[in-house]
C-alpha cells in the first residue's frame, strides 16, 4: 500500500564534517521532525569540534544545479537557509527562492563560529541583506549577529528591538533573536513582526558550549513549518526541542559539545516534551 510522504524540507548550507552544524546538522535535525531532507552543498569545511581550519565555497553554478535539479523533481514545503559561501552563490540562491514565492524560507544567518573564524566578509554581508533578506520569512540571529546585520544597515546600537525593526525594515517578515550571548541565568529568545515583539520565551542557561545550536533551531523551525504550524507555534516547538537536544548533548571531542538531535524516542513535531522554563546554553 502506498505510503503518503512526509514534507519535503531543503536545506541549503556548508558541510560540517562533524555533523555539530551545517547540512549534517539540518538533516538529523528534520529527520527527528518526520521530515524528508535535501540537501544543497554551498561550501566544504575542514573543522572539528574546536573550530574552521578551512572553507571552500563551490561553484555557485554547482549550488543552482543542484537546487534546481532537486526543485523539478520534489515539491519542497519549506527551504532552510545557512552559510551561503559566496557572494555569487548568495545571488543564485535568491534567483532559486524568488520563483517559489509561497515557500517559508528561515534563514540563519552564520556570520562565524563559535571559536570566531569569519565567513562572512562585508560584501557578503552586504549580498544577505539586500538578496536573501527580503525573501525571508523568518531570520533567526543571535544577537551579535543581529547587531553586526543592524550595522550594516547603518543602526550603531545595541538594542536588539531596534535591531530587530531595521532587518525588517529591510523586508524580512520575522526575526528572532536568540539570547544565548547576553547576560543573565536565563537565556530571552524574542521573536519579532512588523508590528513589534510578537513572543519572548525565557529559558533556563545550560552550562557548557554547543557547536550547531542555531542550525537545529533554524531547521526545527523550518521542519514545523512544513507540517503547517504557524509562525509562533512553529518557534515556540523549536525552542522546546532545541533545548532537549542540547541537554541531552555530549562532548565527543576536545572542544564543543554536540546537540543530540535524536533525544527523545517517539518525539512529534509541535509537541513539546514537557512544559516550564527552559534554556539555551
Known sequence: MPVAAPPVVMSLAASDPTCGAGLQADLLTLAAHGCHPLTVVTAL??????????????????????ARNLLEDMPVAAF?????????????VAEVL????????????????????????????????????PLTDILTPNSLEARRLAQELGAETSDLAECARRL??????HVLVTGTHEPGARVVNTLYGSHGPLRRDAWERLPGSYHGSG???????????????????????????????LA?????????????????????????ARGGDHAFG
Not at 525588517?168 to 517578515?173: D, F, P, S, W, Y
Not at 512544513?226 to 522546546?240: D, I, K, N, Y
Open 248 to 272: 541531552a548533548g555530549f562532548r565527543p571531542g576536545m572542544g564543543q559539545y554536540l546537540p543530540n538531535r535524536l533525544w527523545g524516542e517517539g518525539f512529534r513535531p509541535g509537541v513539546m
Open 98 to 133: 524568488s520563483d517559489y514565492p509561497d515557500t517559508p524560507v528561515v534563514f540563519d544567518p552564520v556570520l562565524a563560529s563559535g571559536r570566531g573564524d569569519v565567513f562572512a566578509d562585508e560584501d557578503a554581508i552586504a549580498a544577505l541583506i539586500e538578496l536573501i533578506l
Open 168 to 173: 525588517i525594515e529591510a523586508g524580512c517578515q
Open 45 to 66: 569545511t575542514v573543522q572539528d569540534t574546536v573550530g574552521v581550519e578551512a572553507l571552500l565555497p563551490l561553484d555557485a553554478d554547482w549550488v543552482t544545479a543542484q
Open 215 to 245: 542550525c537545529t533551531l533554524a531547521s526545527a523551525i523550518a521542519a514545523n513549518l512544513a507540517w503547517g504550524l504557524s509562525v509562533q507555534e512553529a518557534v515556540r516547538a523549536a525552542q522546546e526541542y532545541t533545548w532537549h537536544s
Open 80 to 92: 532552510k537557509l545557512g552559510l551561503l559561501g559566496s557572494v555569487e552563490t548568495i545571488a543564485v
